[in-house]
């Protein structure tokens, strides 16, 4: 049973354009949500996180959106790079155990 | 150290043969997560630890795959008799908190059963 549902699989942008991955989750216990980059052969670097007290956090271009009453967050790159092409994995883990709970990964391609 | 260290980066077995995997945590972290993952890129948790002591175990298949943090050694995740379809990158983690805390990874150890 999936518990976060990530969508799209894949998605390709062209460079400076806005890149939109989003997540849905079932589970109201989840209370921190985190967005993974994976590059090929590397482990899932920490991206950005928000709590569920929060509707937007912003770092730098990477934006999350977070909708409590919909269970829905979501990832915006802002002026998307060809640095920025790499996998993007949203989580979510819940306040009684620390282990995560991860979507299927979006594909992310930035064409110059 | 300030990364999650582990080894080997690859490892082939055999089938039926027994592999072996290594995570050393980053230091000051309590907490310690092993993850699966297979070719389609999804996570399977497998488990974590709070210092020695297993914390949530429920990914496990416990017939063939044991895992241990013991104090002053790395942690770390074992097959006996590996299968075709363990073939797959484990990823160690580490946190510093139960909750609400950021989830740090290794580089991955990449596991091909032959």
């Known amino acids: 049973q999936q518990q976060v549902k990530q969508s799209p699989q894949s998605l390709i942008v062209q460079k400076g354009g806005i890149s939109i991955i989003n997540c849905a989750y079932e589970?109201?216990?989840?209370?921190?949500f985190p967005w993974y980059q994976q590059f090929p052969g590397k482990g899932p670097a920490l991206l950005i996180a928000?709590?569920?007290?929060?509707s937007e956090k912003k770092e730098g271009r990477f934006t999350i959106s977070f909708n409590k009453s919909a269970k829905q967050f979501s990832l915006h790159i802002m002026d998307s790079q060809p640095g920025d092409s790499a996998t993007y994995f949203c989580?979510?883990?819940?306040?009684?155990?620390?282990?995560?709970?991860f979507g299927a990964g979006t594909r992310l391609t930035v064409k110059p | 150290g300030e990364e999650v260290a582990q080894t080997p980066k690859h490892l082939v077995r055999g089938e039926g043969q027994k592999a072996k995997l290594y995570c050393a945590p980053i230091?000051?972290?309590?907490?310690v997560f092993w993850y699966q993952q297979v070719l389609k890129n999804e996570f399977k948790f497998l488990i974590s630890?709070?210092?020695?002591?297993?914390?949530?175990e429920t990914g496990m298949p416990k017939e063939r795959f044991s895992a241990k943090c013991l104090p002053n050694s790395p942690c770390s995740l074992e097959i006996q008799a590996t299968k075709l379809e363990d073939s797959a990158v484990y990823f160690c983690?580490?946190?510093?908190?139960?909750?609400?805390?950021?989830?740090?990874f290794g580089e991955g150890s990449w596991l091909t059963v032959v």
């Open positions: 983690a580490s946190s510093q908190y139960q909750n609400r805390s950021p989830i740090y």
């Open positions: 589970n109201t216990a989840f209370d921190y």
């Open positions: 928000i709590r569920p007290d929060v």
């Open positions: 989580a979510a883990s819940a306040y009684n155990n620390n282990d995560m709970r």
């Open positions: 230091k000051g972290h309590s907490y």
């Open positions: 630890f709070q210092n020695e002591n297993v914390f949530d």
